[in-house]
């Protein structure tokens, strides 16, 4: 991919229009009875006229065979190498809420989880417990004190929230509890480093504080703590692709994200409809969108395939109010797969389509896994989508002389 400081020097300001709307978790695998994977079984009308319109491919958001994370996974669709651009879910969660991040600040994202009578996890999202009781619990939490540190327990949303560690030398150098796994127990939080020993400590304390907070409190009778991480200072998308970037997401990590790389976050409701209400609403405002859905993720994760199904279907019908703003680029994909066989995410690429004025339509007439394999762009990185989002909105000059 080329860098950074070379884009910068290419780019231009143009009033064209580009939407990258994200689909998380799109990519899926064959369900065993039918051979479809998820996109294959949805009728999808509306994705498949944009897929005759456009070229289409598969992306790899980090590498082929590697399995990303949602914050590697977005971070390369906004033109950030993921091995180079690395950052724990701790300061995303925070930054998704509002919480104001200091330079020492330690945050790590907290699961709400089930554990029985033996300490073993049986479920990692205590049955997706509602907001009001994860607000409910962090209150709870938030009684806990450890000496050295002050302690912020937020919540975020369903069996999710944060916690803030702040104070003098903290290190974000520390290994997750949580052993992503049914049937363990939470692993002890451990330094990576000789200056996150005391972090290390500190974290652990309030662990077994909060063991004992929350034994009576079932089905969410303890946490997982992963992602630890401090603000990074990074490029904004404003300064390396001259654009003025915007976010509509109704998940908190995903509006903290956008904040990391300098989008502006828009207000907006928890539904696709009060999402594509906010992008009419600030269209002028702003040449470039993210467009955010959580659902056909969650669903592949619950292993609802046909839960992922229905959600794509009801995203396919929300397309036609997208079209009819009329972006000079739109692209549509996914940060990674989640197949609904698997119940997680995925090393395997994702679904990727381009429609503009200005290129070059392949032959692909659907918007599915198999179809995109055949398409013109063939398999690539997905860190490479925004230099060609950018020359399809005829906002790059000739690269040399």
């Not at 300064?239 to 502006?264: C, E, H, Q, T, W």
Request: with cysteine; aromatic share 6%.
């Amino acid at each position: 991919m080329i860098g950074f400081d070379h884009i910068s020097k290419i780019v231009q300001r143009t009033d064209s229009k580009i939407v990258l709307f994200v689909m998380d978790g799109l990519g899926g695998l064959p369900h065993p009875e039918t051979g479809r994977t998820e996109l294959e079984t949805a009728r999808t009308p509306n994705l498949d006229k944009v897929a005759a319109e456009s070229i289409c491919g598969l992306i790899d958001p980090v590498s082929p065979g590697i399995t990303p994370g949602s914050g590697p996974g977005h971070l390369s669709l906004f033109g950030y190498a993921p091995l180079k651009y690395e950052i724990g879910r701790g300061v995303l969660e925070a930054l998704g809420i509002g919480v104001e991040l200091k330079e020492e600040d330690v945050a790590a994202r907290g699961n709400f989880c089930t554990v029985d009578t033996e300490g073993r996890i049986s479920d990692r999202r205590a049955g997706r417990i509602s907001t009001e009781k994860n607000q409910e619990l962090c209150r709870l939490l938030s009684g806990i004190k450890v000496a050295g540190v002050e302690l912020v327990v937020a919540p975020v949303k369903e069996h999710r929230f944060v916690l803030l560690l702040r104070g003098k030398k903290l290190s974000g150098d520390l290994i997750d509890s949580d052993p992503q796994h049914v049937g363990l127990a939470p692993l002890p939080v451990k330094a990576v480093s000789s200056s996150a020993e005391t972090t290390a400590r500190l974290v652990n304390e309030f662990v077994v504080q909060a063991k004992e907070t929350l034994r009576s409190c079932h089905p969410a009778n303890m946490v997982l703590l992963r992602g630890f991480s401090q603000l990074p200072h990074w490029p904004l998308m404003s300064d390396v692709f001259k654009l003025n970037p915007a976010a509509i997401a109704s998940y908190p990590m995903y509006r903290g994200l956008a904040r990391l790389v300098g989008m502006k976050v828009l207000a907006t409701g928890g539904t696709l409809a009060e999402e594509m209400a906010t992008l009419r609403q600030h269209y002028s405002e702003h040449d470039f969108f993210f467009l955010h859905v959580k659902q056909t993720d969650s669903r592949g994760e619950d292993g609802d395939f046909q839960a992922k199904v229905k959600a794509i279907e009801e995203i396919d019908a929300y397309l036609p109010e997208l079209l009819s703003l009329k972006p000079d680029v739109l692209m549509v994909t996914g940060d990674h797969s989640t197949p609904a066989t698997l119940a997680s995410h995925s090393w395997h690429p994702v679904p990727f389509m381009l429609r503009s004025h200005w290129c070059r339509p392949d032959h692909v007439r659907e918007f599915n896994e198999s179809a995109c394999a055949q398409g013109a762009m063939g398999r690539f990185p997905s860190v490479e989508i925004m230099t060609l989002a950018l020359a399809n909105a005829l906002k790059l000059d000739k690269f040399g002389a």
